[in-house]
């Protein structure tokens, strides 16, 4: 049903020379399931493992990056963080319109000095007097679907009493927030242009205490958690598109003649198509291997996901390459 959809309705080029993902496109994702994959059925979800979920992202990531990058940003760590660190209020406010599509989720770690380096997070949120809640002040930049979500998982940095510069808690935020200002709701890409990433400010927001995600001062475990489950998923994607430049490249090599033979036959390109292969056969074999370790509960697989996200956007950018080679000045 995914890959029907994609073939019938999702117009890749479009999406990439607009620079937007359109409305109905992504309403049509929801209808068929695409944004609460591995959601409980309890709350209007598949229930999917991490293994078949990773296929679909496949297929969205073979079809267009954009969408792939935007599922990934709302299911694979928007939504999976309220799912794995939710209280049974939280998921039960929010998860259901979350799986229907009828809210996005984004993930505002991102700052300035903040990213890679997710524990130097500097937006700050103080406790108020009445300890009702929390008043948040700071920017957030490079942020996936972060002027469209209606409920973002927001790091801040809280006071701690143990710690000079406090520890960072994980919020859950809504735009309707007072404070909560868009600055930049899709900032200009080279790439992945379809996505709305967003630069945000938070300005003497107010945040009340039940919409910590977690427990105070243990952000950094959400975010590093939920940073897992996305590099998963986008090693299925990068996946995804090296499987069809590969098969392109075939293709255009056995069909395309120059100088009497088909360029299938000549030695450079078969050694570019061997490659390739290899390549896409070690991208997806990594990719299952780690979420086969997450869907069996294994202890620890962060450098494994770490290794993934590294190897498989490295290789697509190669194989990626090699396929525009191939196709020479039909390439562009």
């Not at 319109?97 to 997710?118: I, V, Y």
């Not at 570019?272 to 990594?286: C, G």
Request: charged residues 20%.
């Amino acid at each position: 049903a995914v890959r029907k959809y994609c073939d019938e309705h999702i117009d890749a080029a479009k999406i990439d020379q607009e620079a937007l993902i359109p409305d109905d496109v992504i309403a049509g994702l929801a209808k068929v399931g695409v944004l609460g994959m591995t959601v409980s059925p309890k709350y209007g979800g598949q229930g999917m493992s991490q293994q078949n979920y990773c296929r679909v992202m496949e297929v969205i990531g073979g079809h267009c990056a954009s969408t792939g990058v935007f599922v990934n940003a709302h299911h694979s760590i928007g939504l999976r963080a309220l799912e794995l660190f939710g209280t049974p209020d939280q998921k039960e406010k929010w998860m259901r319109p979350l799986a229907a599509g009828e809210k996005l989720a984004a993930f505002a770690l991102t700052e300035q000095e903040a990213g890679s380096d997710a524990g130097n997070v500097q937006t700050r949120a103080t406790p108020t007097p009445d300890g009702k809640g929390y008043i948040l002040n700071g920017t957030k930049r490079y942020i996936t679907n972060g002027g469209i979500a209606g409920v973002l998982s927001v790091m801040a940095r809280t006071p701690d009493p143990g710690s000079r510069d406090g520890k960072v808690t994980c919020f859950l935020v809504t735009p309707d927030m007072q404070g909560f200002e868009v600055i930049e709701a899709r900032m200009p890409k080279c790439g992945i242009r379809g996505t709305a990433t967003a630069k945000l400010a938070f300005r003497e927001m107010f945040v009340p205490r039940e919409n910590i995600l977690g427990t105070i001062g243990k952000g950094l475990k959400v975010a590093l958690t939920v940073l897992d489950f996305g590099r998963i998923t986008f090693g299925a994607s990068c996946t995804g598109a090296a499987k069809v430049c590969l098969e392109k490249a075939l293709q255009h090599a056995a069909t395309r003649r120059q100088f009497g033979q088909t360029l299938s036959e000549f030695q450079l390109v078969k050694e570019k198509l061997a490659t390739m292969a290899a390549d896409t056969f070690a991208m997806e074999s990594a990719t299952y291997h780690t979420a086969a370790l997450l869907d069996s509960q294994a202890e620890d697989f962060m450098l494994e996901t770490a290794m993934l996200k590294v190897f498989s956007s490295d290789q697509l950018w190669r194989i990626v390459n090699d396929a525009l080679q191939i196709h020479g000045g039909a390439g562009f």
